[in-house]
């Protein structure tokens, strides 16, 4: 039965399978099939902003797999843990956000899964958990608490080091892991995704469902999408994201801005592309083939994923126009790149705004685009990765970042 699950589980050592190996996923698949049992596969995602980016899309995939599978997507909201804030990785606590805040940002979260998941009711579920975890009273919260003792929460990672740094642990992020765990048993999951930095919160899923009585999840920890700066996994925070409702020109764009060494990197983990094909894209790449050439193919599949053949069509003859045929003035002015740098502070260093203010308006306005895409963030960081892209500002100013 190996090679029936195979064709849609790509296996590979960036992906961690728990408890034992592929195998355990390749027999669940096998058991649920003699059943004709549909799996329920989690995937938990906090509304902490608007915007998904490419890097969800990482878990979505491979939520997809199953679903064509047949078994049964469960998208949780986090409409209540977005609100406690998940310290996961991170080296100070979140910003508090309101329950108006993130039920205004989870509205557009279906419309944006939809680019990747089929999100028809008889395929898929989106839940809440809000609905639950906000229904817990003081005593409930309090037992939940009593399946976890302070020195397992000391060896997640993110707590261990701020405590030996002697940075601040607020009460409420120790009690993240056991809000999402109780997540895993108020959906009966059969099966979690989660990103790699996500392995303490999964694995306390399991914990929960054994001291309920239920099957315990397998656990599925995938690889962290590297952002535009080629060293930060990909998020809002660091300004080296590819939002999933970009425009198809900001989408092929950015795409054309991943670093050559990160391009077989996306096409595993975000690209629709088969095994076989990513292959014959390292293969081409390895015999010398131009790596800008394959980079567009991979910018055209993505928008092609995000939109439509149409605007991947659009949005690669439109890049080409500008770039390709140099339709831009050649005797542009120049900027050395010492270090990183935020581009408000760049377009002031450039004389090319005569204040910070100014810039930030003209990116409100939509006036700033880098490498032909608009520039919406004013903390948008410029880096090496940039070098020899192109700056815009209006219609007749450029520069070049050398």
């Keep these: 039965m190996q090679s029936e699950f195979s064709s849609k589980f790509i296996v590979s050592g960036e992906v961690q399978y728990l408890p034992g190996s592929f195998t355990e996923l390749e027999k669940l698949l096998i058991e649920a099939k003699n059943e004709n049992k549909k799996l329920r596969v989690k995937l938990g995602i906090d509304p902490t902003s608007t915007d998904l980016h490419l890097g969800h899309t990482v878990c ?76 817990l009273s003081s005593s409930e919260i309090l037992k939940l608490a009593h399946l976890v003792t302070i020195n397992q929460l000391i060896g997640k990672e993110a707590f261990g080091n701020r405590i030996d740094k002697g940075e601040p642990l607020y009460l409420h ?129 993505l928008v092609k994923q995000l939109h439509s053949k149409e605007a991947a069509d659009e949005a690669k003859e439109g890049f080409i126009k500008q770039f390709q045929k140099s339709e831009i003035p050649d005797d542009i002015d120049e900027y050395k790149l010492i270090e990183s740098i935020k581009v408000t502070d760049l377009m002031l260093n450039a004389n090319l705004v005569p204040s910070k203010g100014e810039a930030k308006r003209l990116i409100d306005g939509g006036g700033v685009k880098l490498q032909s895409v608009k520039v919406d963030d004013p903390n948008f960081l410029i880096t090496s990765d940039h070098k020899n892209a192109v700056l815009q500002i209006g219609k007749r100013k450029f520069v070049k970042i050398i």
């Excluded at 990747?116 to 958990?129: A, G, Q, R, Y």
């Design 60 to 135: 979505l995939h491979y939520l997809r797999r199953f679903q064509e599978l047949g078994h049964t997507p469960v998208l949780i909201i986090g409409g209540f843990t977005a609100m406690v804030g998940d310290p996961s990785g991170r080296n100070e606590a979140r910003p508090p956000l309101t329950y108006e805040q993130v039920q205004s940002n989870a509205k557009t979260y279906l419309s944006q899964v939809s680019k990747i998941l089929d999100t028809s009711p008889s395929k898929f579920e989106v839940v809440n958990n809000y609905d639950w975890l906000g229904k």
């Design 173 to 301: 992020e120790v009690l993240y892991p056991i809000l999402q765990g109780y997540d895993s048993v108020a959906v009966k999951a059969d099966i979690e995704l989660g990103g790699i930095d996500q392995t303490y919160n999964v694995l306390f899923g399991r914990h929960m469902q054994k001291h309920f009585k239920q099957k315990e999840q397998l656990a599925i920890f995938l690889p962290l999408l590297i952002g535009l700066d080629g060293s930060k996994k990909m998020s809002k925070s660091f300004g080296n994201y590819i939002a999933l409702n970009d425009s198809p020109g900001e989408v092929f764009g950015k795409s054309m801005s991943i670093p050559d060494e990160l391009i077989i990197h996306y096409f595993k983990l975000v690209s629709d592309l088969k095994a076989e094909q990513i292959f014959n894209c390292e293969e081409e790449l390895k015999a010398g083939r131009n790596p800008r050439d394959i980079k567009m193919d991979l910018a055209y599949n």
